[in-house]
């Protein structure tokens, strides 16, 4: 801010100081009115947060969950133990599976004991149990190898080698779509988990409405720990600096103002806390403190200079408000552009965060010097040993940087060349279920449901059936393509199984007609199957494979979560295949109209990761090109703009070295932290060149411009090396407490973003000197511009000669 505008914002300070209670009650009005809207903040952990937003995979997807809602609506018990199959086991199986089904929100389930099977009767087919009570052990062991042979059953209810049975439970749509149903329903069944518990058994809870409430879970128990460690440590880190117990009040005060608004604002429009959400707060904290400090700084440099405390934090705050302003218009508007991202979470996260950012600028703004004013009577003694600290390591950066140039900039090219050594190896690569710490309880239970199951991740191929009959997904013909696409996703070996109506309609074809040796076991017409289905009574247990308007069939199995390339691959065959069939039915006159699309879960997380690797990518350059145009224009240079560049995308490098140092993945989580760190490491840079640039307008009238950047250097480094280094330690600190969450993902983009500010903070000590001194990016003082003009062709001869 120029000397004009420090002296309009302290009289506007001097003023607010003066009528405090006014100030309060505005304070109190925001408060109120944003704490209403924060009361209906909801949290929603669903899935569908994640997916992509006017996409042709997540149209495909819409159009197949409404005519198969139940993909995520199917809890699973896995059952293992050595005696399943003895009398013994079976009747545990069995009163697990009544107590299962009578939960609250359970509306059918299915399992080892209630199966049903065809058999012939001697008046024709009849239904009867598979393991019914009393049978002999030889009967048991031949219906157990029958089971796990069978499409409908194994990998489905039974795994084949009888290590486990899987009991499916289907859920109600209002227990299985929200938050608080699914936690409900964890809770039931778990507690009847508990009970049926038995020596040498291992029963897990599996399933995505399971899963969904775990994540919830875990998020909660996150935001519960990290959120009031991030306030304590930036407290203590108050405290330490500034040994100051009103400056820890004020920052508390700041950081409680900021998040109430932010959630009034989440609420305000509509948006539930998602799962993107979680580390919000823990920005709001981090961010908060920023400006705290150098308000902070500044109020007790100008009280031990011998300044009333009022005068003193009125100037403090003409002085350090329109610098953070700015730095907080580059954090929203570098948080915005995540809105490149077309995914719904992310878009909502970048909205949100963006008006957190200029929320904390107010809360600092308003709240910070109405608290001080009330509680500072006099500054510490001196100044206290954190300070201290940061003062000498400040002073002795800029002595360096000043006086060896040539060193500081060859060690940085070192550093940087063999930053980019390690660059190179990192890998993209990534698991939907990658966010998991490996061994963490969760962890173990989706291994082992996984491997009871043969999968977990949905795929499927939809088949959409259009013609003049009341049922065309009944029409045999449609039943032949998606049993072929059953058998195609078979093919893969991620894939152990995946059904199609084909497989519960042949065995009812044949217990029911006989043996058909002309025919392929598949009634004459879509009457004839519709009839057939009849017989089996219940038809929910068709819920995955006939859409209950009997318009779309599906071909659905689960896959291994075998990681993105894998993935991409076998997409590449599933859309050729499905590419080649759906020429071939387009060119066929009869039967029914069909489309077909490769869909489900599956699809999706390729989608959404190819969609946040890419939209990263561009979310990263718009950053870069607002901070570069916002700078610019707030400092009034685009070389000074451009010049904060520097040091601003070196640590980028460097959090690319750390990657592949580290041997993390660039992932969707990963690649999210080069867009947070950049704008974050915007801050300093904006504290540094707009107090350089003051400085300089001030040197650049009685000294040539290279004694003028050396001064503006100087004094900008003098008055800002202190601040700028607590508050690095207290953002780097902040983000690495994100390293103790439940889950990987926050743990390295804390890790990652925490070590980049590091070196961003040494970058802008270090590198940003030596570009100022060497490059001169505010050109030639007044005095030689003047000079220029005099000795130019044309002009007045000088009467000194």
Not at 101 to 109: S, T
Not at 572 to 584: H, L, N, P
Request: overall charge neutral; aromatic content about 4%; some cysteine.
């Amino acid at each position: 801010m120029s000397n004009g505008g420090d002296g309009l914002l302290a009289r506007v300070y001097g003023w607010l100081l003066a009528h405090r209670v006014a100030g309060a009650g505005v304070l109190a009005a925001l408060t109120v009115g944003l704490g209403a809207f924060a009361a209906r903040v909801r949290p929603d952990h669903s899935l569908e947060q994640l997916f992509p937003v006017g996409d042709s995979a997540r149209a495909a997807y819409d159009r197949y969950e409404r005519a198969f809602p139940g993909e995520d609506a199917r809890a699973v018990v896995i059952v293992s133990a050595p005696d399943l199959f003895t009398p013994a086991g079976l009747a545990a199986i069995s009163a697990l599976e009544r107590d299962v089904g009578a939960l609250r929100g359970v509306i059918h389930v299915l399992g080892p004991t209630s199966v049903d099977r065809i058999a012939a009767g001697p008046f024709g087919p009849a239904r009867e149990r598979l393991f019914s009570p009393g049978l002999p052990p030889d009967e048991v062991a031949r219906r157990r190898a029958e089971a796990e042979v069978d499409p409908l059953l194994a990998w489905n209810v039974f795994t084949p080698g009888g290590a486990a049975v899987s009991i499916l439970a289907d859920l109600e749509p209002r227990v299985a779509g929200s938050d608080a149903g699914r936690a409900a329903f964890v809770a039931d069944a778990e507690a009847v988990l508990a009970r049926h518990a038995r020596p040498g058994q291992r029963l897990v809870l599996a399933g995505l409405p399971p899963l969904r409430a775990r994540i919830a879970a875990l998020v909660a128990e996150d935001l519960g720990r990290l959120v009031p460690l991030a306030i304590l440590l930036v407290l203590a880190l108050v405290v330490a600096a500034f040994r100051s117990a009103a400056g820890a009040v004020g920052a508390l005060a700041a950081i409680l103002l900021s998040l109430v608004w932010t959630y009034g604002v989440l609420g305000a429009l509509g948006w539930p806390l998602g799962m993107l959400m979680g580390v919000l707060p823990v920005i709001v904290v981090i961010v908060s403190v920023s400006d705290t400090v150098h308000v902070l700084s500044g109020t007790f440099d100008r009280l031990r200079a011998g300044a009333a405390p009022r005068d003193a934090i009125a100037a403090a705050m003409a002085h350090t408000a329109g610098p953070c302003l700015v730095t907080e218009l580059v954090l929203a508007a570098g948080f915005l552009t995540l809105v490149a991202i077309r995914i719904e979470g992310v878009v909502q996260f970048g909205v949100v965060t963006a008006a957190a950012m200029l929320l904390t600028w107010l809360a600092n703004a308003l709240a910070l010097p109405l608290i001080l004013s009330v509680l500072v009577r006099k500054p510490p003694r001196a100044r206290p040993a954190p300070a201290a600290v940061a003062a000498r390591f400040a002073e002795w950066s800029t002595r360096v940087a000043l006086a060896r140039p040539g060193r500081v900039t060859a060690v940085a090219a070192v550093a940087l060349a063999a930053a980019l050594a390690l660059a190179l190896q990192v890998e993209v690569r990534y698991r939907v279920f990658d966010d998991l710490r490996p061994g963490s309880a969760l962890a173990r239970d989706l291994a082992a449901a996984e491997d009871a199951a043969g999968g977990l991740v949905p795929i499927a191929i939809h088949v959409e059936a259009r013609g003049d009959a009341e049922a065309p997904a009944l029409d045999p013909a449609a039943i032949r393509v998606a049993e072929r696409a059953a058998s195609f996703l078979r093919g893969f070996p991620e894939i152990r199984q995946a059904n199609s109506l084909a497989d519960v309609v042949r065995p009812l074809h044949r217990a029911l007609a006989g043996a058909d040796p002309e025919g392929d076991g598949l009634p004459l017409d879509g009457a004839g199957v519709a009839q057939e289905l009849g017989t089996m009574g219940d038809p929910r247990v068709l819920s995955e494979l006939l859409s209950a308007d009997r318009t779309s069939l599906a071909a659905v199995g689960r896959a291994a979560d075998v990681g993105s390339v894998r993935v991409s691959q076998m997409f590449e065959e599933i859309d050729a295949w499905v590419a080649r069939e759906q020429a071939a039915l387009d060119a066929t006159a009869d039967g029914p109209r069909l489309r077909l699309s490769a869909t489900g879960q599956l699809r999706l997380f390729q989608d959404v990761s190819a969609l946040l690797l890419g939209g990263l990518l561009a979310s990263f350059a718009g950053a870069v090109l607002v901070s570069v145009a916002v700078m610019s224009v707030a400092l009034r240079s685009l070389r000074l703009g451009l010049v904060a560049l520097v040091p601003n995308l070196a640590p980028m490098l460097l959090m690319l070295a750390f990657l592949g140092a580290a041997g993390i993945p660039l992932q969707p989580v990963t690649a999210m932290a080069f867009s947070i760190a950049l704008v974050i490491a915007d801050d300093d840079t904006i504290q540094l060149l707009t107090r350089f640039r003051a400085h300089h307008a001030v040197a650049a009238r009685a000294l040539p411009s290279r004694d003028a950047h050396l001064a503006a250097t100087r004094a900008a480094l003098a008055e800002i090396g202190v601040p700028m280094v607590l508050s690095g330690l207290a953002i780097s600190g902040g983000f690495l407490l994100l390293l103790l969450s439940g889950f990987l993902g926050p743990a390295r983009l804390g890790a990652l973003i925490g070590v980049t500010l590091v070196g961003g903070v040494l970058a802008e000590l270090f590198l940003t000197p030596v570009l100022l001194v060497s490059l001169r990016p505010l050109g030639a003082s007044p005095r030689e511009r003047a000079g220029a003009a005099g000795s130019a062709p044309g002009a007045p001869a000088s009467r000194h000669g």
